[in-house]
């Protein structure tokens, strides 16, 4: 140490070693805090990230869906990095024994009728995270596992044609010969081969009534997604009218058409 | 230390601008997925080819007199165009034709044509009035 640097200050009690040890705690310090409190927050920012992305991802497999069902095409790929999980394939009758299913009921102009549609889905359940997305009946729907409810990140293309009171509904069969997953880079190839199936189509002439029941996974249930979407304004203002648990009827139908499509999973 | 030397401060200001421009980008980049899929997926799924080709077959079914044989073919090709294009194009589809207006001048009488296409993502309404020779 020199002299006084300062006029009329003492430099008596400055000690290098002091300095040193003061300069080394602040960086242990630091680098404790950025370890202890930091890393943990980039890694649930990185979880956040992963799912986000396979959302997006999840809605670009909905949109080769709709290719394939709406626009009649045969075949379709998709290849697609997979961050943070893996992605599952469910044949709808899997799903099926799970209860996983959408009943409608309709009067098909002689009697009432149920008919029973299963679905099958793509699913990607989060490794690190608790967010599971699903492709379901041509929806991608959202939930978290510790947690109650469920939301629709994508709907389905439900309509009804107010100038002539038609509810059009699609349903979208999801096949596998086989259980399959996949993670990392996965090439998801699909194929619609059967032609689709006009299920139900009822000129009623006056308004009747239709019911649509969705029955839930138990573990992956989407329940409240589908609440929402169905009793919100997406199909018609003022939606479906909730008449018990998961069941949604709406009256204002003069025609009633439902097509369903059946999609092979050939590989992932 | 004789005099504290303050000529290296701006590496320390650098550091700072590059610190938050790098954060500025990293927020940038995270909202980066989230744009994209919709703005493209709306231009391509315009059905303008399919309304195209049913305005082409409409056209001359509007055409057709008031006669209880053009009302056959007319009801059967409403069938036909409410059953193909919910087969091929999942829209709903309906017209009507009425060649009773009585709107004509010299030369023409004018049906009126009206189409209602809906497939759920695009509604089409149109009413328009076709021309007809007169004899």
């Known amino acids: 140490m020199k002299g006084n640097w300062v006029k009329g200050m003492e430099d008596d009690g400055v000690s290098e070693a002091i300095g040193f040890i003061l300069i080394f705690t602040i960086v242990v310090l630091g680098i404790t805090i950025v370890t202890l409190y930091g890393y943990p927050l980039l890694q649930k920012s990185q979880i956040g990230s992963d799912e986000r992305i396979m959302e997006q991802n999840m809605i670009t497999l909905q949109n080769d869906l709709k290719i394939l069902t709406f626009s009649n095409v045969p075949y379709r790929d998709t290849t697609m990095g997979i961050s943070g999980g893996s992605i599952f394939v469910l044949d709808s009758a899997e799903t099926a024994e799970d209860d996983h299913y959408f009943n409608v009921s309709f009067n098909n102009g002689t009697g009432p009728e149920t008919k029973t549609f299963r679905l099958g889905a793509l699913r990607f359940i989060s490794s690190q995270g608790q967010a599971a997305i699903s492709v379901e009946n041509g929806a991608v729907v959202k939930r978290y596992q510790d947690a109650e409810g469920s939301t629709m990140v994508a709907d389905p293309r439900w309509f009804y044609d107010d100038t002539y009171d038609t509810l059009v509904l699609f349903f979208t069969e999801i096949k596998a010969d086989r259980a399959m997953s996949g993670d990392g880079v996965a090439n998801i190839q699909m194929s619609m081969l059967d032609p689709p199936k006009v299920v139900a189509d009822v000129p009623y002439g006056a308004h009747r009534t239709v019911t649509i029941e969705y029955s839930p996974d138990d573990t992956f249930d989407y329940s409240t997604a589908w609440k929402n979407y169905l009793t919100g304004p997406t199909i018609v203002d003022g939606g479906f009218t909730e008449i018990g648990n998961n069941m949604y009827q709406f009256t204002e139908v003069s025609r009633l058409v439902i097509k369903k499509y059946t999609v092979t999973i050939e590989r992932v | ?135």
């Open chain 2, 1 to 135: 230390m004789e005099r504290l030397d303050d000529e290296g401060q701006w590496i320390v200001l650098m550091g700072v601008v590059v610190a938050t421009g790098m954060f500025i980008l990293a927020i940038i980049i995270n909202q980066a997925p989230m744009v994209g899929q919709s703005t493209s997926e709306a231009v391509l799924e315009f059905p303008k080819n399919e309304i195209q080709d049913i305005r082409y077959h409409l056209a001359p079914l509007a055409q057709l007199d008031n006669s209880s044989e053009s009302n056959k073919t007319i009801d059967r090709a409403k069938k036909d165009m409410r059953a193909l294009s919910m087969a091929r194009n999942n829209a709903v589809m309906y017209f009507e034709t009425n060649s009773t207006t009585n709107m004509a001048d010299l030369f023409y009488r004018y049906n009126r044509l009206t189409i209602r296409y809906n497939n759920g993502v695009t509604e089409y309404y149109e009413e328009h009035l076709v021309s007809v020779r007169l004899p």
